[in-house]
């Protein structure tokens, strides 16, 4: 009886169940490259002096245009 609680419990609220779950959705697809461009962009910003300033968010669009 108690076994089968903790069955039931454990496949009900184990993160690796709920972690697949999540994964396992459309949406994912998109908001996890979303999160860690975030992600990223957070950790630049930080890391790097200026990295948000007006000169060189300029320069980087210019350089993606030619690039891109």
């Not at 994964?23 to 950790?43: C, E, K, M, Y």
Request: glycine share 8%; no cysteine; hydrophobic share 50%.
């Amino acid at each position: 009886m108690i076994a089968d609680l903790a069955a039931r419990l454990r496949s009900r609220y184990v993160p690796d169940h709920i972690v697949g779950e999540v994964l396992g959705r459309r949406w994912t697809d998109n908001a996890i490259p979303v999160l860690l461009l975030v992600a990223l962009t957070i950790f630049m910003a930080t890391a790097i002096p200026n990295f948000l300033s007006a000169g060189n968010l300029s320069d980087t669009s210019r350089q993606i245009g030619e690039f891109g």
